[in-house]
T-cell receptor
Framework: AQTVTQSQPEMSVQEAETVTLSCTYD???????LFWYKQPPSRQMILVIR??????QNATENRFSVNFQKAAKSFSLKISDSQLGDAAMYFC?????????????FGSGTQLTVLP | DAGVTQSPTHLIKTRGQHVTLRCSPI?????VSWYQQVLGQGPQFIFQ???????GRGNFPDRFSARQFPNYSSELNVNALLLGDSALYLC?????????????????FGPGTRLTVT
């Protein structure tokens, strides 16, 4: 079974600074997707960034980028120039790219606080 | 375009009762998935439906059931409620449910239904 581990329950960052959230996963599959989702107090789960396992290049979306280390099964999220609106719970998630069910497997989350 | 909608927003039930949660996917999306998010944890997969057929089921007891209607909306039913069923129930829709992979089955989440069992 696939598992996703987020070892940092809470993180804080000063506004305009950079923060990195960690995620490791365990899978025997070679083809899969990894995601970072943001869940603000409004509860709406919002996709931040996606990485395809077959791509060596790290994904980037504006101030958000990932460091994907396939051999180490590590997938960290870097938030640059942190803004107050970045404060939320962040979830790392995994999804196999084959098979009949395409469910997401989530980690336990990291609560990010942005300090003004 | 409207996103995924869920109703009700909040719900309080008593142990042993039954509950029905509803989800309307984004227009054009044919797949709906349900997740349970207990306070302080990540969401856990309950069901996925695609074209009105069950495509996947998580490790949940038979008290949990779901269905998808011809208009692709979905209901999640929970019987004989337990205190441990208190959680945020999230619905996610995607364009397709299998086969294509990648962005075509990107899951878009609704705001959830907060269920409290007393």
């Amino acid at each position: 079974a696939q598992t996703v581990t987020q070892s940092q329950p809470e993180m804080s960052v000063q506004e305009a600074e950079t923060v990195t959230l960690s995620c490791t996963y365990d899978t025997s599959e070679s083809d899969y997707y990894l995601f970072w989702y943001k869940q603000p107090p409004s509860r709406q789960m919002i996709l931040v960034i996606r990485q395809e396992a077959y791509k060596q290049q790290n994904a980037t979306e504006n101030r958000f980028s990932v460091n994907f280390q396939k051999a180490a099964k590590s997938f960290s999220l870097k938030i640059s120039d942190s803004q107050l609106g970045d404060a939320a719970m962040y979830f790392c998630a995994y999804k196999i790219s084959s098979g009949s069910a395409r469910q997401l497997t989530f980690g336990s989350g990291t609560q990010l606080t942005v300090l003004p | 375009d409207a996103g995924v909608t869920q109703s009700p927003t909040h719900l309080i039930k008593t142990r042993g009762q039954h509950v029905t949660l509803r989800c309307s996917p984004i227009s054009g999306h044919k797949s709906v998935s349900w997740y349970q998010q207990v306070l302080g944890q990540g969401p856990q997969f309950i069901f996925q439906y695609y074209e009105k057929e069950e495509r996947g089921r998580g490790n949940f007891p038979d008290r949990f059931s779901a269905r998808q209607f011809p208009n692709y909306s979905s209901e999640l039913n929970v019987n004989a409620l337990l205190l441990g069923d208190s959680a945020l129930y999230l619905c996610a829709s995607s364009l397709v449910g299998q086969g294509a992979g990648g962005p075509l089955d990107e899951q878009y989440f609704g705001p959830g239904t907060r269920l409290t069992v007393t």
